[in-house]
């Protein structure tokens, strides 16, 4: 009896074998994304080789100079091969990887299996690259970013000693910054709060850091956000810059973030400084209009927008990048916080969207967050004014009264595209926004 079940057991065997060599592999391509974007640097798998797939599940997030975008999958079937390594470029319509897909696929392009026997003997890259953490870690190999690898150069820092919160044990900036002692845990890189010169005789917290010179020559590709700045201040070169600076006198304003602070905090809002200049920043739009507009390339036309999309300068871990509080004609200064702490934390962990990059009409820059008072901003291109507005200050002015008190000052300074925009009218919009900031109440007069 068991010499008739044998072969009939190989047969099955046999067949099953058979039908898997059926299933076709194709190459899974990086669709265009859009707004002419034609490479992407790959910043995460959530897939590797062998693991299976069904549609619309994660494969990777990748990362242009306009975004961080999501890439789904389109078919049914098992990951063969990843043909790029974390932080590699993939270009626009080239394969990420290839994938064994059950069943007919209309239109995909099979891969020979000649081609891919003769691929077999050859380890991956990407596949290396994406493999477990523990691998990676047996081969004395840090994942990090390079800008984190920046970082901790720039602070004399083992990565190999930091504890790693990422995703897959990846090194993150927060990961090697609360390694120095610099953050505690909830503090971000890409805070916009207005911080206020610490009162006389307060100690600062002692920390000692030791900087050391490079062992070698350190190559930076320039890539994702880093890339977007260099061709927006490329195009901010064409623009005729004019400067102008004044002082703001927030004594109301400190007020009345004091008596708001509460409410917020119930509401689960985190209520700095920044809110108020942009809702002060919005309101002084809807008198001068021209400011917030955007020119086009063949300098024919202006557009005063309808929306004021006010755009934010944000340090993150992967450079500079600006993104948007969208409506804030329409929006309220707890409305605006909220957006803003979303923004903060998204770009934080470079999660920011298209639509979170996009449509700015005006820039504030809160320079004030490292610690600088003057500035000399860059306009954001097709925007026509920016403004930075520096730290809080306490020093002694004059009141109107000719006498002599201690004052918190917030120095702000402007640039604006003098080739649309006159000297005269920033200079108006600035103390119409100044006189906003110096007493809050009048802000209640404007809202609806």
């Known amino acids: 009896m068991l010499s008739l079940l044998r072969p009939l057991t190989k047969t099955c065997r046999a067949i099953h074998a058979s039908a898997a060599l059926h299933f076709p592999v194709v190459p899974f391509k990086l669709s265009d994304i859009g707004e002419g974007i034609a490479e992407v640097q790959v910043k995460e798998w959530h897939v590797k080789v062998g693991d299976r797939v069904a549609q619309f599940d994660q494969l990777c997030e990748v990362q242009s100079d306009k975004a961080t975008v999501t890439i789904s999958s389109r078919y049914d079937g098992v990951i063969t091969k990843l043909h790029y390594a974390v932080d590699d470029v993939a270009r626009v319509g080239k394969p ?35 493999a477990e953490p523990e691998q990676a870690a047996a081969a004395g190999k840090v994942l990090a970013t390079p800008a984190v690898r920046r970082v901790a150069i720039e602070n004399n820092v083992d990565l190999s000693k930091v504890s790693a919160t990422g995703r897959g044990g990846r090194v993150l900036k927060e990961d090697v910054l609360r390694h120095i002692g610099q953050i505690t845990g909830a503090p971000s890189s890409a805070s916009t709060n207005i911080r206020s010169s610490p009162a006389v005789g307060a100690a600062a917290p002692a920390r000692v850091v030791s900087f050391a010179p490079l062992s070698e020559d ?51 809002i985190k209520l700095s400084y920044m809110p108020f200049f942009i809702k002060a920043a919005s309101l002084g739009l809807l008198e001068f209009p021209s400011l917030n507009a955007t020119v086009d390339k063949e300098l024919e036309n202006v557009t005063q927008r309808a929306s004021h999309n006010v755009s934010l300068a944000m340090d993150t871990p992967g450079g500079l990048v600006v993104p948007c509080v969208k409506h804030c004609e329409q929006r309220s200064v707890f409305e605006i916080a ?79 595209d003098h080739r649309v925009v006159d000297g005269a009218t920033m200079a108006r919009f600035s103390n119409r926004m100044k006189n906003y900031v110096e007493h809050p109440a009048t802000m209640l007069a404007m809202l609806k």
Do not use: C
């Open 218 to 268: 350190l190559v930076v590709p320039i890539r994702g956000y880093t890339r977007a700045m260099v061709k927006s201040m490329s195009e901010a070169l064409k623009i005729p810059h004019f400067g102008y600076n004044d002082e703001f006198p927030v004594d109301g304003l400190v007020e009345v973030r004091k008596e708001l602070k509460g409410m917020a905090k119930e509401r689960g």
């Open 96 to 130: 990420l990887l290839d994938i064994e897909v059950e069943g007919e696929v209309e239109g995909a392009e099979e891969i020979k299996e000649e081609k891919k026997e003769a691929a077999a003997p050859a380890a991956s890259a990407a596949s290396e690259g994406a």
């Open 338 to 416: 909220q957006e803003l702490e979303r923004l903060t934390e998204a770009a934080r962990r470079q999660q920011l969207s298209r639509e979170d990059l996009t449509g700015g009409t005006f820039t504030l820059s809160n320079i004030g967050a490292i610690g600088g008072t003057y500035a000399s901003p860059v306009i954001f291109a097709p925007q026509v004014a920016i403004g930075a507005i520096g730290k809080m200050q306490l020093l002694p002015r004059y009141d109107r009264h000719g006498e002599l008190r201690p004052t918190h000052i917030v120095n702000v300074s402007w640039a604006a």
